[in-house]
């Protein structure tokens, strides 16, 4: 279960029993442990950028075979939104992939390649 945080000043107490951190530890040492909603978004809108163009698609086609408007898809590609399950569901029907294959991201080795 995960404990309540608790703000006291510019201080966070992360538990009861554990001393007071400053925010901004607090912050990184969250951010080192644990991926971020904004960047698992943006990690999501990057992989449904490169299979759009795997699969030579505008912006406006994919948002059309999917149903969607294109600043919808816009925003999604640039991590400022992820979309519903319904949306996810239209986007790997529109560029042909099964859903888990939009929350496949490439490694590190091979982006570098």
Known sequence: MASKTR??????RTHPNRRL?????????SAMTEPTEQSLRAQWGSN????????????TALADA????QPHVSRIERGVESGSARTQFALARALGVEV??????????EVAS
Do not use: Y
């Not at 703000?7 to 966070?12: E, P």
């Open 7 to 12: 703000f006291v000043h510019d201080r966070v």
């Open 21 to 29: 951190q400053s925010r901004r530890e607090a912050s990184s040492v």
């Open 48 to 59: 449904v950028r490169r299979l759009r163009l795997e699969k030579g698609m505008s912006q």
């Open 66 to 69: 999917a149903g969607l408007a």
């Open 100 to 109: 888990h294959d939009l929350f496949t991201f490439p490694t590190t080795a």
